[in-house]
């Protein structure tokens, strides 16, 4: 089913909380690729309170930096001294400790040991990845439950990473169908892109409408029903 991706502008944070993961396994992400983002989404916000806060399997402090006119030259010093080592508990992150107007979580989304759900907060957090063997459905679960977004670089080209990190971009809130139609039936979560949209699950009987809730954040602004239909038996001969 064909949809088409939409933006819209979000209100300029005044603080935002970066959370990035220096574990073991993040040396084989594209850690040039995710500051580069970085450097482009901060220089484009401007002026900006941004909370560095490393983490592995704890949250290693709070640090604080004041951007300035999009200069974020110190931050991102501050990053490429960072030592990956050791697992990742993303159950030490609690966003209820901290007031952000919006979180950046980088990550490969690959935890290791201890509590693996983040405690959330009514803050959107958006998860970004650059590594070929990211738990993806970690990080787009992460997003969807917050209201934000997840951005994979290893698919995304910078232009558009930035489009999508710099504004709300649509994406299905929840769907909705009879369960005597079907059963563990899920969209596809994350930002509509303009490659249609994929849909999972058991049907019962040989068709389901499935009405879909599109928006912005955790905002409903419309709504698409579509019919899905079991493949004729024949399509396998």
């Not at 603080?15 to 396994?25: E, K, L, P």
């Not at 704890?58 to 931050?75: C, M, Q, T, Y």
């Not at 209820?96 to 040991?113: A, K, P, W």
């Not at 070929?132 to 787009?140: C, H, I, Q, V, Y």
Request: proline content about 3%.
């Amino acid at each position: 089913s064909r949809l088409e991706a939409d933006y819209k502008n979000k209100n300029t944070p005044a603080t935002i909380g970066v959370y990035w993961d220096h574990s073991a396994s993040g040396e084989k992400r594209d850690l040039q690729k995710e500051q580069e983002l970085l450097k482009a989404y901060l220089a484009k916000v401007g002026d900006v309170k941004v909370s560095l806060l490393p983490f592995n399997i704890v949250v290693k402090g709070n640090e604080i930096f004041e951007i300035s006119d999009g200069n974020s030259d110190a931050l991102l010093k501050r990053i490429a001294e960072l030592r990956y080592d050791g697992g990742t508990q993303f159950g030490a992150i609690d966003l209820n400790q901290s007031s952000f107007d919006e979180v950046i979580l980088f990550s490969d989304g690959l935890g290791t040991i201890g509590k693996r759900e983040i405690n959330f907060s009514k803050t959107p957090v958006t998860t970004v990845s650059s590594s070929p063997g990211a738990d993806f459905s970690f990080l787009k679960y992460t997003a969807h439950r917050s209201g934000g977004i997840f951005i994979d670089l290893t698919k995304t080209d910078s232009k558009t990473a930035l489009d999508e990190i710099s504004n709300q971009s649509l994406h299905v809130i929840n769907i909705e169908y009879e369960p005597s139609d079907a059963e563990e039936l899920v969209a596809q979560v994350g930002s509509i892109r303009s490659n249609g949209l994929s849909f999972s699950g058991i049907l019962k009987g040989n068709s389901a409408s499935v009405k879909v809730n599109l928006g912005f954040g955790n905002d409903i602004q419309t709504s698409k029903t579509f019919s899905i239909q079991k493949p004729d038996s024949s399509d396998y001969d």
